[in-house]
């Protein structure tokens, strides 16, 4: 695999992670942000397996549970902790706190049980999509700060960091797409009794149903395959700022599909987030190819 096409897989993830908001603009108005996240998981977790399943590629022989059960539990966590946070502070703050914390956060736990130093390239490239961040959602609403919205975004980002770094060491051993197959396949189980508490009927509507269907397979399965396939080559605090491509693709999508206006503070966080992404892609580091990575080691 050529250097540069894991970095690329990564951002097609990111991506695809990007059109998520979009997508739930045209989901009925009665669809409850969480109930959409259930959905999501579990119809890209049972996509991954149906294509799994019939490729005959899922072998459970010496499957490692232990890192496959707390990947999927991060997964499982960190849908209701965004989107309750988004709910409770705003978008804004949800969504800066929650993914913007999660690169550092992925950094600081890969230093302390992975033993891998983050580059100066990573942080440099880092900081400046954080920054970026911060500027592109600091004029679309009043700020609520409130400590619980607060918790749970840090929450939400400590999952996904979490979910990366045992996901990397999950496709060490196994290959990308059952191992994704699996996790969400799990995590879309442990959130199926949420289900209970929702009103699903929208999901039975032609738009309800085109929105699950792209949310599920595309936004979901394929994405997070891709985001595997990506993560197997690259360190995984590099793979979690690279997914800050997500809001910079809502952001364009945003203003040319859904026909939003963005300040000029906006625009300076989307050059920014971008200019972020290009250093961490296209600037070389020791580490990508010279870091011994210790892909057996268990969880502390």
């Not at 397996?49 to 991060?74: E, F, H, Q």
């Not at 879309?188 to 929702?198: D, H, I, K, S, V």
């Not at 800050?244 to 945003?254: N, W």
């Amino acid at each position: 695999m050529k250097p540069k096409v894991p970095f690329l897989f990564v951002l097609m993830a990111a991506v695809l992670w990007g059109t998520t908001g979009t997508s739930q603009t045209f989901a009925p108005a009665s669809a409850h942000p969480v109930a959409i996240g259930t959905i999501r998981l579990v119809i890209g977790g049972v996509t991954l397996l149906a294509i799994v399943l019939s490729l005959k590629k899922l072998s459970l022989t010496n499957w490692p549970y232990k890192r496959t059960l707390i990947a999927s539990l991060c997964m499982a966590c960190y849908q209701p902790l965004f989107f309750s946070s988004v709910s409770i502070t705003g978008v804004a703050v949800g969504t800066v706190v929650g993914i913007g914390s999660a690169p550092v956060l992925s950094g600081i736990l890969e230093w302390l049980f992975w033993k891998k130093n983050p580059s100066k390239v990573w942080w440099s490239a880092t900081l400046l999509s954080i920054f970026g961040c911060v500027l592109l959602f600091v004029n679309k609403e009043a700020v609520s700060i409130n400590p619980y919205g607060i918790i749970m975004a840090i929450g939400a980002g400590l999952s996904f960091a979490l979910f990366t770094l045992v996901s990397k060491d999950l496709t060490a051993e196994k290959e990308p797409l059952p191992a994704m197959a699996v996790i969400f396949t799990i995590s879309g189980l442990m959130l199926a009794p949420l289900l209970f508490f929702f009103d699903i009927t929208w999901i039975f509507e032609a738009n309800g149903a085109l929105v699950s269907l792209e949310l599920g397979i595309f936004a979901t399965g394929i994405a997070y395959w891709l985001y595997a396939k990506g993560l197997k080559k690259i360190p995984s605090s590099t793979a979690v700022t690279l997914s800050l491509g997500e809001p910079l693709t809502a952001t364009v999508l945003g203003v040319f599909v859904v026909g939003e206006v963005l300040s000029v503070p906006s625009w300076i966080g989307v050059f920014l987030i971008l200019l972020g992404l290009c250093v961490l892609s296209f600037v070389k580091e020791k580490t990508v190819q010279q870091v011994s990575y210790r892909e057996n080691q268990l969880l502390p």
